[in-house]
């Protein structure tokens, strides 16, 4: 019993310290993707875009989506926890915010893949 319990003491102690691993990357991304926004967002729609452009507002939506979920999870894991059940679901909301993190650097990622092949079609 006493060998069992330090067992699960050891793994939650690794939870903890990997999920502190991963908000720290979930931080990085979501730091990543908004300074790329800020940067690379085109304010003019070019001509003969158009049909094009529905899926580059959908792709920055589904961006602009996964970042505000990551970010409201990121933000769920600032209070102090109390018990083992507390922490665990502290660790899931961080590998949560972290998968979400991912998701929008990956939509900006096709958005801006998309924004380069529009470029080279319109200067056929």
Known sequence: MLRQNRTRRGDL????????TDRRITL?????VAA?????LPWEVL????????LS????LVSGFAWLNAACLVTRTL???RD?????RWVSRIRRGKE??????????AWHLLQFVTALLLLR
């Open 13 to 20: 102690k690794w939870l903890k310290r990997q999920a502190r």
């Open 28 to 32: 990085a991304l979501l730091a990543g």
């Open 36 to 40: 790329a926004w800020v940067r690379q």
């Open 47 to 54: 001509g003969g875009a158009e049909p094009l452009l529905g």
């Open 57 to 60: 507002v959908a792709l920055l």
């Open 79 to 81: 209070r102090a926890r």
């Open 84 to 88: 083992p059940v507390e922490e665990l």
């Open 100 to 109: 979400w993190a991912f998701w929008a650097a990956g939509a900006y990622g």
